[in-house]
C-alpha cells in the first residue's frame, strides 16, 4: 500500500477539489503511477502497434486516434506529437498505450466482434482504460454489457467520477483491508496491466483463486516479472502463453494471456 500512498492522496484531493481534477493527469503524484510523460518515449513504438492491429481489425486509424482523444479531455495531460500520413496528432502517451493495449486485447479475442461482453480489470489507475475500451468496442460493434473494477476503494471512487464525465458508469468492487467480495459473475475478459503482475506473490494468489474460474480470457502485463523470479505457481495453473511486452515499456516485462484459440 505505502508504494502506492502519493497516488491515493492525490486522487482523493482531486475527488474533493475540482480545480485539482482539472489538472490531475499533470501533478507528479499521477506520474509516478502512470508514467505519463515518461512513455513519450515510447510514442513510435505504440503507433507502429496500432497500425498493425488497425490493419488487422480493419479499422481506420485516423477515426481510431480521433475518437480516443477523448481521453485527453479531463484531468490536462502530458501531449506527445505523433504524424501519422499528413496529420499531426497531439495526445498523451498513456492514450496512446491505452489504445494499443485495447486493440490488441479485441485483436486477440477477436471472436468478441459483435457480441455482448463482459470485462473485468484489475488494478485500473485513474481507469483511462475503460474509457478507450469504450471507443474501440464501438468501432468494433461489441456492446459491453457490463465493466467492473477491482481496485482500492479511493482509485474505484475516482474512476467512477473519471468515467461519469464521459457518461460511462462502471461496476466497482473495491478491495479494502486484505479483501474483496465474491465475484458474482462471469466474465468474457479479465486484464490487468501493471497491477496483478507488480503484487506481491500471496496477493497474486488470492486474486488467482476468486478470479480465474469466473473468466473466459485473461490478458496481464506483468512488470518486474524477473524480480518475482518466475509467474506465479497458482497462474501456471491456467496455462499462459508468456509472451514479449510489445514495445517493451520496461526490461523485465512480459505479457501473460490465456490461449487466444480456446
Ligand atoms: C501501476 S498502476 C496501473 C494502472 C493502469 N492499469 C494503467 O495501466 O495505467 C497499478 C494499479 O493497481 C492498483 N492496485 C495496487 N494494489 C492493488 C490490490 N491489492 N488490488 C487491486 N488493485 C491494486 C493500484 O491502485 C493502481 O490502480
Known sequence: M????????????????????????????????????????????FLQQILTHCRMLNLNVDTVLTR???????????LSTIQYHDRTYHISPNTLRYIDK???????????????????????????????LGVLCDLLQIKIDLYTIIDYPQVCQFCQYY????????????????????????????????????????????????????VDHFYLLYNNFLEHGRVNDDLLKYHPLILQEIPLTGSDNKLIISDASL
Open 68 to 78: 480516443c482523444q477523448i481521453n485527453d479531455r479531463d484531468g490536462a495531460p502530458f
Open 163 to 214: 468515467l461519469k464525465q464521459v457518461d460511462i458508469d462502471v461496476d466497482i468492487l473495491c478491495y479494502d483491508n486484505g479483501h474483496m467480495k465474491d465475484l458474482s459473475t462471469h466474465y468474457n475478459l479479465f486484464f490487468s496491466n501493471y497491477a496483478l503482475g507488480e503484487l506481491p506473490q500471496d496477493v497474486q494468489s488470492y486474486y488467482i483463486h476468486r478470479i480465474f474460474n469466473n
Open 2 to 45: 505505502a508504494l502506492y500512498e502519493r497516488f491515493y492522496n492525490h486522487l482523493t484531493k482531486c475527488l474533493q477539489d475540482r480545480d485539482a481534477f482539472n489538472h490531475f493527469k499533470s501533478a507528479d503524484d499521477l506520474d509516478y503511477m502512470t508514467e505519463h510523460r515518461g512513455l513519450d518515449q515510447f510514442k513510435d513504438g
Open 102 to 132: 485495447g486493440l490488441h486485447m479485441l485483436l486477440l479475442f477477436n471472436h468478441f466482434r459483435n457480441q455482448s461482453i463482459k470485462i473485468l480489470e484489475l488494478g485500473a489507475g485513474y481507469g483511462g482504460q475503460r474509457l478507450i
